[in-house]
């Protein structure tokens, strides 16, 4: 069980960001990030991936009615095929053996 301290400074930090990213399109990140770490630098940076990843998961539900699924399907192809790429997972980094 978490201490309270975390749950009240935390969620709170959290409402707020996620808040300010309802309105604005980002925020979570920006507010909640640098509350969380300076008070539990050993919950980062877990705490707010999962806020991050669910945030906009728990927007599309309430909005899905108003969303553009088709464009969100080429959001998520062009995800899926660039963070591979961007996290240097593919292609294979060449060896010294391959090189030649």
Known sequence: MPPVEFVLIGGLAALVGAIVQGSVGLGVGLVATPIVTMLFPSLMPGAILV?????????????????????????FAGRLAGTPAACGWWP?????????
């Open 51 to 75: 806020i991050a990843l669910a945030l906009p998961f728990a927007t599309l539900a309430q909005e899905v009615r108003h969303a553009d699924l088709r464009g969100l399907g080429w959001a």
């Open 92 to 100: 294979p980094p060449r060896t010294a053996s391959s090189a030649s």
